[in-house]
């Protein structure tokens, strides 16, 4: 099968060939059809599947017809990296269209997003809260919406939204085709897409296995070695482009640190940076002038790179789901990719989960000349975080504790304070507080 047997409008055929599409992956060839055909779709498939032309082709030729400059489109996505990947996306293959999308998430000022609105877009892409946002202030009008997708949808479950897209819902038409893409299907997600799609038709791409491009191996290791192995790992590799998975935002940053050090073109995309730095970090690793990215897994969503020759996970992920879209970054495009995970003696849970997914055991592996029997260090030198600088405080007078006076002193500390002070401006305040304090404290000194 090939795209040319989509009969898809020519100016939307055009983006296609333009990005050289010749043949579907499999999810868009299940999916493509019945979106076309105007029917709800819920589709599973792993990242690097895909799936994001999967709505993108069929939204881009249903809007071809109709009205202009006004929001017919909406897709919501986990993360700021996702929106910007599909945002990119419509560009791409809309490029003969005229059509217009505009991305709307938090982190950045909302007057630019605004004015973009009120100019006149066909499709918005948004993450759930930034979106809220603009409905609130009424400077988003979906009620002429076609089309709403949610990308990622088990994500944007496990980081916490399902509640802001409820409330979201409330605000699109009933009238509309829904779309839902999901790796995984938890309980929440399967009671949301009965609540929200009508009659879907189910497409299904081997959801739950990783795809078989990827050699996987694991690296058994003690937690305070994991820094040195992986340093060796690198030095002993034939490695292109690099993707690290972490556990927390603080190790990322100080893994990329390290392997900045090192000499190592790195970087760390974490929830801690701007938007600007996140871009940049992102941009940076696509183009090349980063080898390496550490990232969580929540910062990681959205990242499409087709030449990352590894992903290593240095911290094991919390579930087999989660392994499955980490290592999905890498073996793309009919590339191989190889998936190096360390794990310690607590993951082994974890490993017998993974290994019942990928229906067999993973090659376990060690580094020749890499010392394993170092000990322990007494403090965690590495990862301890510096501690906070002490907070200096302000003494004013106004606030001081009051000592009991005798009613003969009160008196007269009045004669020397009450009836020659100047009154007080604003900006001479302070002075004036501690000036009178220090009249009184000489009356009582001369009682």
């Known amino acids: 099968m090939e795209f040319n047997e989509f009969d898809l409008h020519p100016n939307v055929a055009a983006g296609v060939k333009a990005a050289g599409y010749v043949t579907p992956t499999p ?7 019945p979106v076309l055909m105007g029917h709800d779709v819920m589709g599973l498939a792993q990242t690097g599947t895909g799936k994001t032309a999967a709505f993108v082709l069929p939204i881009l030729h249903r809007l ?22 599909t945002h990119e996306a419509f560009g791409s293959l809309g490029q003969q269209t005229r059509l217009r999308s505009a991305t709307v998430y938090g982190g950045v000022g909302m007057n630019q997003q605004i004015q973009k609105i009120k100019n006149g877009v066909e499709i918005i892409v948004a993450c759930p809260g930034r979106l809220l946002d603009h409905i609130n202030q009424r400077t988003i009008n979906l009620s002429h919406m076609e089309v709403l997708v949610l990308d990622e949808a088990d994500r ?18 009933a009238k509309r085709q829904t779309l839902l893409f999901s790796a995984t299907m938890p309980d929440d997600i399967r009671r949301l897409t009965h609540e929200i799609l009508h009659a879907p038709v189910t497409v299904q ?48 940053k100080r893994v990329g640190q390290l392997l900045e050090n090192a000499g190592y073109r790195a970087a760390s995309l974490q929830g801690n940076l701007s938007q600007n730095r996140r871009q940049a970090a992102l941009d940076g ?19 499409d790179v087709s030449g990352i ?30 998936a190096f995970t360390f794990i310690t003696r607590e993951d082994g849970e974890m490993v017998c989960s993974i290994e019942r997914i990928l229906g067999e055991k993973v090659e376990r592996r060690t580094l020749e000349g890499f010392d394993y029997k170092k000990t322990t260090p007494v403090r965690d030198t590495e990862f301890a975080r510096s501690p906070r600088e002490p907070q200096r ?12 006076e005798h009613k003969t002193e009160r008196t007269e500390a009045r004669k020397f304070t009450s009836t020659k ?16 304090t220090e009249n009184t404290n000489r009356a009582r000194n001369s009682v």
């Not at 999810?27 to 059809?33: C, E, F």
């Not at 020759?309 to 989660?322: E, G, K, L, R």
């Not at 405080?393 to 009991?404: E, G, I, L, N, S």
């Open 27 to 33: 999810i868009q060839a299940q999916a493509i059809p």
């Open 64 to 85: 071809m017809q109709g009205p202009r400059g006004r929001v017919r489109a909406l897709i919501i996505a986990p993360t700021r990296e996702l929106a910007e990947q």
């Open 156 to 173: 944007m479950f496990d980081m916490g939204f399902l509640p802001d897209i409820r409330k979201i819902i409330k605000y699109v038409p």
């Open 205 to 252: 791409v081997d959801h739950t296995a990783p795809l078989n491009t990827v050699t996987h191996a694991l690296y058994p290791v003690d937690q305070h070695l994991k820094t040195a192995l992986l340093l060796e790992l690198l030095r002993h590799t034939d490695t292109d482009s690099v993707l690290i998975f972490t556990r927390t935002k603080h190790r990322a």
């Open 285 to 303: 690793f696509r183009d090349g002038s980063y080898q390496i990215l550490v990232a969580t897994d929540i910062a990681a969503r959205g990242i």
């Open 309 to 338: 020759s590894h992903v290593i996970n240095y911290d094991m992920p919390d579930t087999a789901d989660a392994y499955t879209h980490r290592i999905g970054r890498t073996g793309r495009a009919a590339k191989t990719g190889d």
């Open 393 to 404: 405080r302000r003494v004013y007078a106004a606030v001081a504790p009051k000592r009991k």
């Open 421 to 436: 002070v100047p009154k007080a401006s604003k900006r001479s305040f302070s002075r004036y507080s501690f000036a009178s």
